[in-house]
């Protein structure tokens, strides 16, 4: 019987110990999940809004594009609107930037380079940084001075930003 009291109680203070050790875990990762939001200036769950690119200049790669569509190979909803931008990009200047590497990025390239100009590998990525684009697709309305006037992830509310 001593020993069963004795292994109840080493269990239990055990089970004290990992308790404390837990706390203290959860502790030092609220201190840095607080220590990363301030370095990066905004909440991890904050969504993107593509609305804080309105007012840029375009760079020199995008110099002259009205239309302009950020794409990336590991996004299936770059695929989908691929074609909607071709379409949506005839008859205008518009540039594709289509970031990663590889045969995803030459079927967005073939898809959208019939009607625009078409950037990828390290230029699309210096690209797509230098303008501060975080989501994809991003789509991207410039006026003739370069300036961009309109931002979405969706041509539609493109269309509808630009009317307005």
């Given at each position: 019987m001593p020993f069963l009291v004795a292994a109840v109680v080493f269990f239990g203070l055990l089970c004290l110990l990992n308790l404390l050790v837990t706390l203290g875990l959860l502790r030092r990762l609220r201190e840095h999940a607080a220590e990363l939001e301030r370095l990066s200036g905004r909440s991890a769950f904050m969504p993107y809004d593509p609305g804080v690119l309105v007012g840029r200049t375009l760079p020199e790669a995008a110099a002259g594009a009205r239309l302009v569509g950020f794409f990336d190979v590991g996004c299936d909803?770059?695929?989908?609107?691929?074609?909607?931008?071709?379409?949506?990009?005839?008859?205008?200047?518009?540039?594709?930037?289509?970031?990663?590497?590889?045969?995803?990025?030459?079927?967005?390239?073939?898809?959208?380079?019939?009607?625009?100009?078409?950037?990828?590998?390290?230029?699309?990525?210096?690209?797509?940084?230098?303008?501060?684009?975080?989501?994809?697709?991003?789509f991207l309305r410039a006026d003739p001075e370069g300036r961009v006037v309109a931002a979405d992830t969706e041509l539609a509310g493109l269309a509808a930003a630009t009317t307005a």
């Amino acid at each position: 019987m001593p020993f069963l009291v004795a292994a109840v109680v080493f269990f239990g203070l055990l089970c004290l110990l990992n308790l404390l050790v837990t706390l203290g875990l959860l502790r030092r990762l609220r201190e840095h999940a607080a220590e990363l939001e301030r370095l990066s200036g905004r909440s991890a769950f904050m969504p993107y809004d593509p609305g804080v690119l309105v007012g840029r200049t375009l760079p020199e790669a995008a110099a002259g594009a009205r239309l302009v569509g950020f794409f990336d190979v590991g996004c299936d909803t770059c695929h989908e609107r691929a074609p909607q931008f071709a379409e949506a990009a005839e008859g205008q200047p518009a540039l594709a930037v289509v970031n990663g590497d590889g045969a995803k990025a030459g079927e967005l390239a073939a898809v959208v380079g019939g009607v625009s100009s078409v950037i990828t590998g390290e230029e699309a990525g210096r690209l797509t940084h230098a303008l501060g684009v975080e989501a994809f697709p991003t789509f991207l309305r410039a006026d003739p001075e370069g300036r961009v006037v309109a931002a979405d992830t969706e041509l539609a509310g493109l269309a509808a930003a630009t009317t307005a």
